[in-house]
């Protein structure tokens, strides 16, 4: 298989169990600050992970290296995350976007909810106090595992980091290296990605990735095990709630 397929297909392996499923394709935000929510096609039953209920808070941070070679750093994106044990997830986020007419940024919270019982996904515009909700396709119950051994052998890309505590939990840890382009003298460049997982919640708490163009980190913080409250999962009392039956939009140019 070829070195980046292989790492797409771990990738795709950790993240399948660590996440919640992606019924929901957000597009870029428009000039004026509408958004389209859509359904990307689904091939087969989407996973739903149970048994391992948790929330945390993840924080994506990159360094890119600007033409003059120095390092660049980006603001911190941050989302909340929350599952419980019958694979119900939440997360909750906030998209820049731009006023008008005063054409000024501002942060307005993006709140997406996942109930594999159910069979829906919602959307709330906290703005409005509206959920939009969504009929989903059939789901299959997986369970946390421990990482596939990475496959092995003279000139694999792979490599097993063991075991290590971060954050007060025990980790499994594999790297991948893969060539990620050609210098101007014909040298090859390389792309790095360090995983460590919790086997038996089944999240990624740490991705590392160092490339030519910079490094970035997406880490789990505030991680707490346990059973979030149930009203999390559910459309909040007052919204009212719309039936979609396929792409909508939400209006976020106004604070």
């Not at 106090?129 to 009929?135: F, I, Q, T, Y």
């Not at 790095?192 to 919640?201: F, G, N, Q, S």
Request: glycine letters at 8%; hydrophobic letters at 35%; aromatic letters at 6%.
């Amino acid at each position: 298989m070829h070195a980046l397929s292989m790492l797409l297909a771990v990738l795709l392996g950790v993240l399948a169990s660590a996440a919640p499923a992606q019924v929901l394709r957000l597009g870029s935000p428009s000039s004026g600050g509408v958004v389209t929510f859509t359904q990307p096609p689904q091939r087969g039953p989407l996973p739903a992970l149970v048994d391992a209920p948790y929330s945390a808070e993840e924080v994506f941070e990159s360094v890119l290296i600007r033409p003059d070679g120095k390092p660049g750093t980006s603001e911190p994106r941050r989302k909340m995350v929350f599952r419980d044990s019958q694979g119900r997830a939440r997360t909750e986020w906030t998209l820049r976007v731009v006023s008008y007419p005063e054409r000024k940024p501002h942060d307005t919270p993006v709140i997406e909810i996942i109930d594999p019982v159910a069979g829906f996904a919602y959307v709330l515009d906290a703005k409005r106090r509206v959920a939009h909700r969504m009929k989903l396709p059939a789901f299959r119950t997986v369970r946390p595992r421990p990482l596939t051994p990475p496959p092995s052998g003279p000139g694999s890309p792979f490599e097993s980091l063991g075991q290590q505590v971060i954050d007060g939990e025990m980790a499994e840890g594999q790297r991948f290296t893969a060539q990620a382009g050609v210098q101007n003298d014909g040298q090859p460049l390389f792309r790095t990605t360090e995983m460590w997982r919790v086997p038996d919640l089944g999240v990624t708490l740490l991705m590392k990735t160092h490339d030519p163009i910079g490094d970035s980190t997406m880490r789990l913080t505030n991680l707490k095990r346990g059973e979030p409250d149930p009203k999390l999962f559910e459309a909040p009392e007052g919204y009212t709630v719309l039936d979609e039956a396929g792409a909508f939009v939400i209006d976020y140019s106004t604070p």
